[in-house]
């Protein structure tokens, strides 16, 4: 059975930086496309990037050029880089461990991680 379980949440001001890290564990990491989500105060779950097992990615057109999604097989672990923070990205971030090597269709979720961004 596949845990995912995401870290380094927290506040920061605004123009500051986060790294967020997701550690997936009970399957074999590599082959599965990975992806990280938020939910803020009133709104719905959104996809914020992904990355395929073959390295591909996408993002939100609101985090193009501020935020990174990478992979590290060897642990498997998937990290995203959230720079020039803006108030906006406060949400609750979860990742998402696809059943596939493409980030569509079923997985497992982690429990969020909270993230605040103060003006």
């Known amino acids: 059975q596949v845990q995912v379980v995401e870290s380094g949440g927290g506040l920061v001001q605004a123009g500051g930086s986060l790294r967020l890290s997701c550690a997936a564990s009970g399957s074999t990491f590599s082959i599965n496309a990975m992806g990280w989500y938020r939910q803020g105060p009133g709104k719905q779950r959104e996809l914020v990037a992904a990355i395929s097992s073959e390295g591909n990615t996408n993002y939100a057109d609101s985090v193009k050029g501020r935020f990174t999604i990478s992979r590290d097989n060897a642990k498997n672990t998937v990290y995203l880089q959230m720079n020039s923070l803006k108030p906006e990205d406060t949400a609750v971030y979860y990742c998402?461990?696809?059943?596939?090597?493409?980030?569509?269709?079923?997985?497992?979720w982690g429990q969020g991680t909270q993230v605040t961004v103060s003006s």
């Open positions: 998402i461990y696809y059943v596939s090597r493409a980030p569509s269709g079923r997985g497992t």
